[in-house]
Every structure is written in structure tokens, then in C-alpha cells.
């Protein structure tokens, strides 16, 4: 009996094995695999990229997947959505590098989400133009912004838009004058809708002014009315936060002066303020003295305003009674020797580290007294006397005191005529105590390592 050897060899359990009984399926793609079909989550993230702005599904899924969706989602999502909502670096850097060329974090605390914030609140600002834009545009994005912005650094502010363009005479716009011809005030930005909402402001810089004018340029449009002066003055005292407030070049008198500091008195948190390039006189330095003694202030800049010797005398006399300033700057004012004599009297025990008398018709008394401060305080650190002229004797005067000292690290001397002999003998006496301090602050460091290496030493097996 012949047995067929096909049927013997496919008659098993298996069907499909025999190539007879077989169906051949044969995909449209040649290149399709299993292996290709995607995984389910990576489609739930494709999806929930897909709707992040309508369904922002972020704080559910874990932290893989995440990270996955915050690398994906598009940049133009609307900020009421992200603003609280994502935390992630990776996101607002890209957020900022698509708004901005030059991105530098370090100055923004190394967050890039700060920067972003921080970036666009001043350019709405900055390009604020009263009775024309919506003030809603600044406020609609305080809610999104107010924990995340620190620093306000405000570098113009749009005047209102005339109604009437009228042809200002060429005598009156290059007098000066602070008015149009109508004598109307310019107003800007209000500040005090907005800084009270900033939880956690800690700087602000302002200048009224306006950037690349050109051929637009009239007087009034740098000027700081007092409506503005009164405005930025409730703003800076309902900001209880406010560390540093620097308002340079604008044109700020005694009076406006006197209506910013009644309302920065007892300030709770306020330790520097910049009051420089302004028309300070000396009125407004026995203001600034006041706010000396109600404040906590470190550190004041009055470069380049019209105080005299008068207006030296009252800060002098509040910086030697009170010990919390650490820094004072009265480069290119007229002080003259009377004020310089007062304020290095006043220095003899103060606790200030920092003093520049740059450029205030120094002559050699203000050497001699202070080459007894050098003697006697213990605190300063930095000295600035350059563009006086303190003569060779007043270089003598002041290179005796040097040598007894050993805090001053920077002592500025250029343009004074002190003799190249005194100069260099004190850049030495300079050199010596940096290298005091070096020295000092590297010998702990040294007898640590030695310390160290004696342990390992020893606790080393054999």
C-alpha cells in the first residue's frame, strides 16, 4: 500500500502548515512591520499636544511623559494657559528665543521664565502711549506675571499723541522749555495702577524719555510733570517689596524731589537709590538727608546734580549719626572743600565703605583731613578724589595716612597733581593690603586642604 509522503508529513494539529491550505497576505507597504505601529502613550501625547491650548492636561501625567508634552507644545499657546500652569525652562526658553535675538539669563537670575516676563511687562510699557492704548493690556497680565517679575528696568515712556500737530517755533524748541506751547502738562505711564500688584518686585529703574526720536525730538517729550512725579511717588510707596529704585536723567528738582521722598519715608525694605544726572539742588540734598535718617538706605547716587556745600553739610551731618548707609556717590557736584572737609569729618566713625568726590573742586584741606580718616576708620574700602586738584603737598598729606591704613582697596587718584612719586608710593601701600586680604581669606582654605590630606592620611589602609 502506497502512503502518500505529503499527507503523512501535514496531517498534524497544524493546518496552516501545510503550504497547500495557506493564504498569503500581502501589505500595500512593502516597508510596514509590527515594529512600526506607534505605542499608545506616544498617541495620548501626540493628542494632548494637539489640544494643550483648549485641554492643558499637564500635571496628571508622569514625569517621562511630561516632559515629553512641555519639549512639543507650540509657543504661541495663549499665556492665560502656560503662565502658571508651566514651570519648565526648556518651554520659556524657547519662548524667549523665538521673541528675542540676544537672551542673557544672567542678569534675570538664571530663569528664563523671569526673563520672558519680565520682558514683556516693559515692553508693553515701553510702548505704552497714554489715552490710546488700552490700560487692560497691563493689567490682563498681572495676574500672569506677578510672581515671576523681580526687576523693572524702564528705559522710555511714550508721551500722550497730540491731537493738533501744531509747529512749535525753532526759538522755543531749542530753549528748552519744559511745556508745549499750550503750556499743557505731558503725562505718561501710571505707575501706581500697576506696582502694588507686583508681589514681588524688588527693582525698579525708570527714565521719562523717549528713545530714537530723530527728527521728532521737542523738549517735552523728556519731560517728568508732577502729575507723573505724584503718581510714581504713591506707586513706590504702596510697593512694600521695592529694594533698589534708580530714576537717573529726569529732570528732577527740589520739589519733585520733596513729593518722592515723603512718600518713600520709613519704606520698609528700600536700601538703594539713584538719584543721578537729575537737577538735585541743595534743598533737595536736605531731603535726601531726611530719607537718610528714616530709612534703611545702604547706598545713594547724586552724581552730576547742583549740590554745593550746604547741601554736603546736611547729608554729612545724618551719615554721622546714622550707620546703615554703606555707599555715597557725589561725582560732578560743587561741594568744594567746605563739603568735602564736612562729609571726610563725618566718615571718621561711620560704617560707609564706598565714598566718590570725583570732580567737586577739591583742593588740598580735603587731603589733609582726609589723610586723618585713612588713620582712623577701619571700614572704607573705596576712595574716589580723581579730577581735584589736591597739589603734591595734599599727595603727601594723603600717602602719610595710607600708611597706617589697611581696609582702603581702591583709592582714585588720577588728575589731581598729587606727583607721580606719591602716587605710586600709595598704588603700592594699595597693592599691600589686597594682598593682607588674600592672604587672609586663602589661609583658611590652605590649613583645610592640609587638614584634609593629614586624614586621608592617616585613615588610609595599608
Given at each position: 500500500m502506497n502512503i502518500n509522503p505529503w499527507a503523512?508529513?501535514?496531517?498534524?494539529?497544524?493546518?496552516?502548515?501545510?503550504?497547500?491550505?495557506?493564504r498569503r497576505i500581502i501589505a500595500e507597504d512593502p516597508e510596514w512591520s509590527l515594529a512600526t505601529v506607534p505605542l499608545l502613550s506616544d498617541l495620548c501625547i501626540k493628542h494632548i499636544v494637539k489640544n494643550f491650548a483648549e485641554h492643558p492636561?499637564?500635571?496628571?501625567?508622569l514625569e517621562k511623559h511630561k516632559r515629553k508634552v512641555l519639549a512639543k507644545i507650540s509657543t504661541n499657546i495663549p499665556l492665560q494657559?502656560?503662565?502658571n500652569l508651566v514651570s519648565d525652562e526648556g518651554y520659556w526658553r524657547r519662548c524667549c528665543l523665538e521673541c528675542w535675538e540676544v537672551c542673557d539669563i544672567s542678569s534675570y537670575g538664571g530663569s528664563w521664565k523671569r526673563m520672558f516676563f519680565e520682558r514683556l511687562l516693559k515692553n508693553i510699557i515701553e510702548f505704552f502711549v497714554p489715552d490710546t492704548t488700552d490700560v487692560k493690556v497691563v493689567l490682563e497680565l498681572v495676574p500672569l506675571c506677578?510672581?515671576?517679575?523681580?526687576?523693572?528696568?524702564i528705559a522710555q515712556l511714550l508721551p500722550p499723541v497730540k491731537q493738533s500737530h501744531e509747529t512749535m517755533d525753532d526759538d522755543s524748541s531749542d530753549g528748552g522749555s519744559d511745556s508745549d506751547v499750550n503750556g499743557s502738562s505731558v503725562d505718561h505711564f501710571d505707575f501706581s495702577i500697576l506696582l502694588n500688584k507686583l508681589i514681588n518686585l524688588e527693582e525698579l529703574h525708570v527714565t521719562y524719555g523717549v528713545k530714537d526720536c530723530g527728527m521728532n525730538f521737542e523738549w517735552n517729550i523728556f519731560q517728568f510733570t508732577y502729575r507723573d512725579c505724584f503718581s510714581l511717588a504713591k506707586a513706590i510707596h504702596s510697593c512694600k517689596s521695592l529694594k533698589v529704585l534708580k530714576l537717573p536723567r529726569n529732570r528732577i528738582d527740589d520739589e519733585m524731589l520733596?513729593?518722592?521722598v515723603k512718600y518713600m519715608l520709613n519704606h520698609p525694605s528700600l536700601v538703594e537709590l539713584d538719584l543721578s544726572h537729575n537737577l538735585i539742588k541743595d534743598n533737595g540734598?536736605?531731603?535726601?538727608a531726611k530719607l537718610l535718617h528714616k530709612t534703611k538706605l545702604e547706598k545713594v547716587n547724586l552724581c552730576n546734580n547742583c549740590i554745593s556745600a550746604y547741601g554736603a553739610k546736611a547729608i554729612s551731618y545724618k551719615v554721622r549719626r546714622f550707620s546703615t548707609l554703606k555707599s555715597i556717590n557725589f561725582r560732578l557736584n560743587q561741594i568744594g572743600d567746605e563739603g568735602g572737609e564736612a562729609l571726610g569729618q563725618a566718615l571718621m566713625k561711620s560704617s560707609v565703605e564706598e565714598i566718590n568726590l570725583s570732580s567737586n573742586e577739591l583742593t588740598e584741606p580735603v587731603a589733609v583731613v582726609f589723610s586723618e580718616l585713612l588713620m582712623k576708620n577701619h571700614t572704607l574700602k573705596s576712595i574716589d578724589l580723581s579730577c581735584n586738584n589736591l597739589g603734591q603737598e595734599g599727595g603727601r598729606q594723603l600717602q602719610e595716612g595710607m600708611s597706617m591704613n589697611k581696609t582702603v582697596m581702591e583709592f582714585d587718584l588720577r588728575?589731581?597733581?598729587?606727583?607721580?612719586?606719591?602716587e605710586y608710593?600709595?598704588?603700592?601701600?594699595?597693592?599691600?593690603?589686597r594682598e593682607r586680604v588674600t592672604n587672609a581669606i586663602c589661609r583658611p582654605l590652605k590649613a583645610t586642604k592640609v587638614n584634609d590630606i593629614t586624614s586621608d592620611h592617616f585613615l588610609a589602609p595599608d
Amino acid at each position: 500500500m502506497n502512503i502518500n509522503p505529503w499527507a503523512t508529513k501535514f496531517s498534524g494539529p497544524n493546518p496552516a502548515a501545510d503550504p497547500r491550505r495557506m493564504r498569503r497576505i500581502i501589505a500595500e507597504d512593502p516597508e510596514w512591520s509590527l515594529a512600526t505601529v506607534p505605542l499608545l502613550s506616544d498617541l495620548c501625547i501626540k493628542h494632548i499636544v494637539k489640544n494643550f491650548a483648549e485641554h492643558p492636561l499637564l500635571d496628571q501625567l508622569l514625569e517621562k511623559h511630561k516632559r515629553k508634552v512641555l519639549a512639543k507644545i507650540s509657543t504661541n499657546i495663549p499665556l492665560q494657559v502656560t503662565a502658571n500652569l508651566v514651570s519648565d525652562e526648556g518651554y520659556w526658553r524657547r519662548c524667549c528665543l523665538e521673541c528675542w535675538e540676544v537672551c542673557d539669563i544672567s542678569s534675570y537670575g538664571g530663569s528664563w521664565k523671569r526673563m520672558f516676563f519680565e520682558r514683556l511687562l516693559k515692553n508693553i510699557i515701553e510702548f505704552f502711549v497714554p489715552d490710546t492704548t488700552d490700560v487692560k493690556v497691563v493689567l490682563e497680565l498681572v495676574p500672569l506675571c506677578r510672581n515671576y517679575v523681580r526687576k523693572l528696568d524702564i528705559a522710555q515712556l511714550l508721551p500722550p499723541v497730540k491731537q493738533s500737530h501744531e509747529t512749535m517755533d525753532d526759538d522755543s524748541s531749542d530753549g528748552g522749555s519744559d511745556s508745549d506751547v499750550n503750556g499743557s502738562s505731558v503725562d505718561h505711564f501710571d505707575f501706581s495702577i500697576l506696582l502694588n500688584k507686583l508681589i514681588n518686585l524688588e527693582e525698579l529703574h525708570v527714565t521719562y524719555g523717549v528713545k530714537d526720536c530723530g527728527m521728532n525730538f521737542e523738549w517735552n517729550i523728556f519731560q517728568f510733570t508732577y502729575r507723573d512725579c505724584f503718581s510714581l511717588a504713591k506707586a513706590i510707596h504702596s510697593c512694600k517689596s521695592l529694594k533698589v529704585l534708580k530714576l537717573p536723567r529726569n529732570r528732577i528738582d527740589d520739589e519733585m524731589l520733596r513729593v518722592l521722598v515723603k512718600y518713600m519715608l520709613n519704606h520698609p525694605s528700600l536700601v538703594e537709590l539713584d538719584l543721578s544726572h537729575n537737577l538735585i539742588k541743595d534743598n533737595g540734598a536736605k531731603v535726601v538727608a531726611k530719607l537718610l535718617h528714616k530709612t534703611k538706605l545702604e547706598k545713594v547716587n547724586l552724581c552730576n546734580n547742583c549740590i554745593s556745600a550746604y547741601g554736603a553739610k546736611a547729608i554729612s551731618y545724618k551719615v554721622r549719626r546714622f550707620s546703615t548707609l554703606k555707599s555715597i556717590n557725589f561725582r560732578l557736584n560743587q561741594i568744594g572743600d567746605e563739603g568735602g572737609e564736612a562729609l571726610g569729618q563725618a566718615l571718621m566713625k561711620s560704617s560707609v565703605e564706598e565714598i566718590n568726590l570725583s570732580s567737586n573742586e577739591l583742593t588740598e584741606p580735603v587731603a589733609v583731613v582726609f589723610s586723618e580718616l585713612l588713620m582712623k576708620n577701619h571700614t572704607l574700602k573705596s576712595i574716589d578724589l580723581s579730577c581735584n586738584n589736591l597739589g603734591q603737598e595734599g599727595g603727601r598729606q594723603l600717602q602719610e595716612g595710607m600708611s597706617m591704613n589697611k581696609t582702603v582697596m581702591e583709592f582714585d587718584l588720577r588728575l589731581t597733581d598729587i606727583g607721580q612719586e606719591n602716587e605710586y608710593a600709595i598704588n603700592q601701600m594699595l597693592h599691600l593690603n589686597r594682598e593682607r586680604v588674600t592672604n587672609a581669606i586663602c589661609r583658611p582654605l590652605k590649613a583645610t586642604k592640609v587638614n584634609d590630606i593629614t586624614s586621608d592620611h592617616f585613615l588610609a589602609p595599608d
